[in-house]
């Protein structure tokens, strides 16, 4: 590491003011990590899933307590409004630790499965294993929720965790840290690593037991990589592209409002944002009027009572222009907004709606992250569905219909890790549900039931009471092939043959 990485420089990105530093982690300090995080979870992994709660329980109480402060750490470091910081980083964590609290226990307790009549005399069951250490590493758009949710599920699954929280947003990183040590978690049951990719690239070639990564999907297939080369299992959650088709019979002021929020929402930082709207063309006019009116209504700074902050991170101001410029060079029009080469006013963007755009342009294929949202109209159903899947992403989509019958049709055929119906983004809010991409926008789910056994090993087991001297499976074979034939064939055709198949079982068993 260079004396530059030593410390994380922490830049309000909507004021531009210092807010201090923070020392990094150096990557020397990987293996004391892993050696510290191992020994803890011994401990950790034989507590009871209720002896574990009482800690996540206690850093809830810890969060409720500091909501405010919490936010205003997340909105300083983000440059998103403090609204934002609280209904979209700190509710969906405190949420998440009620979730785990109420259902964990009996998510991963063992699991009783019918036996099959060919075992027959055993007892079968899942029991589900935590594998050791996880690596959460996490990116800048919801520092606290994106980090604090993995967390929590493989805590409460046993394993120890080191975070690697984004370099981009360190503040929401110390934080986190600071909220686990208050809530009296074990030593080395949660470490947090402070520093940037080459911290996170030291920290995934420590071999962890799991890797959840969350962030871009380039780094996301880096991870992969290296992760493979120690068949060390993964989540990535990647990025998104999610189209909200808006049909005719919608309501269309409700779906305008709401394209609006889920466009310009965190400032279109956000992997399941609306980043292509698609207007059945007998309304595509007015809903385009429609649009444009709520943009007018919304106030950007950073202000309680604002509601749409800067931008978080400055390179991503580049990737939007080129986009941009690429899509306007093709003929699409800005419909608000500012062309780039006016965009000067930091690191806040004007809102932008774009219409004439193809799927030729960036724009449309590439990732914005970003306040831009360009419109396309569309004549039919398998019209609009073929353009929607037109995509690497697939995380997550939004249909707006008052035929819930077409509605749900459309959502079927939809090639996305979640859809929501008149509404868009809400379904990473319901802890009951599976989060996580299709295609290039990620491998895994968390969230639900699954984010919690994903993290474990599942072990199956059959159990045998063990009073027999034999099994018929078992030596000697003399004389057992042709019995085994009558056997299946009485087992497994059309009309099961329960006699025969009883007779032929005794048989073999005589055999032993
Ligand atoms: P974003 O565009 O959201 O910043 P990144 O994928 O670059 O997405 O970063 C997400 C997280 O991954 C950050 O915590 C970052 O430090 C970390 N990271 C970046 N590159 C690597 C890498 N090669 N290995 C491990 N972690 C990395």
Redesign the pocket.
């Known amino acids: 590491m260079d004396a530059i990485q030593e410390k994380l420089k922490i830049i309000a990105p909507a004021t531009g003011e210092r807010l201090g530093e923070i020392p990094a982690t150096s990557v020397n300090e990987v293996d004391s990590f892993y050696h510290r995080s191992k020994t803890a979870f011994k401990q950790w992994s034989n507590l009871t899933m209720s002896e574990r709660g009482k800690y996540l329980l206690r850093l809830k109480d810890i969060i409720v307590e500091q909501m405010e402060d919490i936010a205003k750490t997340i909105a300083a470091d983000t440059g998103k409004v403090v609204t934002e910081a609280l209904v979209a980083d700190i509710m969906p964590t405190l949420d998440s630790i009620d979730h785990i609290i109420k259902h964990g226990e009996k998510i991963l307790q063992r699991q009783r499965v019918k036996t099959p009549l060919l075992l027959i005399g055993k007892k079968s069951f899942i029991e589900y294993m935590p594998r050791g250490v996880v690596l959460v590493?996490?990116?800048?758009?919801y520092p606290f929720q994106l980090a604090m949710v993995p967390m929590l599920s493989a805590l409460a699954s046993g394993y120890a965790v080191i975070l690697?929280?984004?370099?981009?947003t360190p503040l929401v990183g110390k934080c986190m840290e600071g909220l686990f040590a208050e809530a009296g978690f074990p030593m080395g049951v949660v470490q947090v690593a402070h520093?940037?990719?080459e911290?996170?690239?030291a920290?995934?070639n420590g071999k962890p037991d799991y890797i959840f990564?969350?962030?871009?999907v380039?780094?996301?297939k880096?991870?992969q990589q290296?992760a493979s080369k120690h068949l060390i299992p993964t989540t990535l959650e990647l990025g998104g592209k999610d189209p909200m088709i808006v049909f005719a019979d919608a309501h269309l002021e409700r779906a305008a409002k709401g394209a609006v929020w889920a466009a310009f929402t965190n400032s279109g930082q956000v992997c399941m944002s609306a980043e292509r709207l698609y207007v059945e063309k007998s309304i595509y006019p007015k809903f385009l009027s429609l649009l444009k009116k709520e943009i007018l209504n919304l106030k950007q700074g950073n202000n309680e009572d604002d509601d749409v902050g800067s931008m978080t991170?400055p390179a991503q101001i580049e990737i939007l222009r080129d986009q941009l410029e690429d899509a306007l060079s093709k003929g699409a029009r800005l419909e608000t907004g500012l062309m780039p080469e006016k965009w000067n006013n930091g690191m806040f963007l004007p809102l932008i709606v774009v219409t004439n755009v193809n799927h030729d342009m960036k724009l449309i294929q590439e990732e914005s992250?970003g306040p831009i949202l360009p419109v396309i109209p569309f004549e039919s159903e398998d019209e609009v569905i073929s353009l929607a899947n037109d995509t690497v992403y697939g995380l997550n989509a939004s249909v707006w219909s008052n035929d819930p019958v077409k509605a749900r049709r459309v959502s079927s055929r939809l090639v996305s890790g979640a859809v929501v119906i008149n509404d868009a983004i809400i379904s990473i809010a319901h802890h009951g549900l599976p989060f996580g991409g299709a295609k290039q926008s990620g491998i895994g789910r968390y969230h639900g039931d699954a984010g919690l056994r994903i993290f474990c090993h599942e072990k199956a087991i059959v159990e045998d009471i063990g009073r027999k001297k034999s099994e018929i499976h078992w030596y000697p074979y003399q004389g057992k092939y042709p019995l085994f034939l009558q056997l299946f064939k009485s087992y497994f055709q059309a009309n099961r043959n329960w006699i025969i198949f009883s007779k032929i079982y005794l048989r073999i068993l005589k055999k032993n």
């Open positions: 590493i996490s990116p800048w758009n690697k929280p984004s370099e981009v520093g940037g990719k911290v996170g690239e920290f995934t990564f969350t962030g871009s380039r780094t996301g880096i991870i290296v991170f992250f």
